[in-house]
């Protein structure tokens, strides 16, 4: 730590007593960039998962054939989009905003997810190949289950969601009342 250190003026980042800014911003491209390369993973799954149902017969056909398995590439495809965009958007809006705070939380938390949910996706669909070390699909979900752990490291989920939610300017109880996802009434209190 130092004491007394004196500085000249161009040396100061910033501003004298702005070091939280210059860190935000700092946080907000590290946050943007580490979710980037989450997006050429998610990519190198689909890619993996789509060879694999191309090449994979059972009972006289490629598994890519069935319905089961083709919802499934085409749900990991949205994801990879999704989450390519809101990397993209974030990515433009470092640019020209000073406060990217709330899109860099977004792109991080679906970011995350989808990384998650894409590597899962792909050992299911190796079957019992997918827990194999040989076709490194089960190295992929571990790596992307210690990804989301880093990513989360700094805030869990549930505090991402409350932000978000403080952000647009109301709780998640006022965004979403107790039972109305599921189409019921709100019981009385």
Known sequence: MFENALLPDEA??????????????????ERTLLVA???????RLLETSITYART?????????????????I????????AARLLVYRTASRLTVSRSIGQDAAIAKL??????????IDTVQLHGGYGFMEEYEVE???????RR???LRHERNAAQ????????????????????????RPRPPR
């Open 12 to 29: 100061v980042l910033g501003t004298v007593g702005g070091g939280s800014t210059v860190f935000g911003t700092a946080m907000d491209w």
């Open 37 to 43: 390369a989450h997006v050429g993973t998610i990519e």
């Open 56 to 72: 994979r017969t059972q009972f006289g056909q490629t598994i890519g054939k069935f319905q089961a398995v083709a919802h499934k």
């Open 74 to 81: 085409a749900d990991m495809k949205v994801q990879l989009e």
């Open 110 to 119: 679906f970011v995350s997810e989808s990384l998650v949910k894409a590597a």
């Open 139 to 145: 190295r992929a979900l571990r790596d992307a289950d």
């Open 148 to 150: 989301d752990a880093l």
């Open 160 to 183: 991402h969601h409350r932000a978000l939610a403080g952000a647009v300017g109301s709780s998640a109880a006022e965004l979403w009342p107790l039972g109305s996802c599921r189409g």
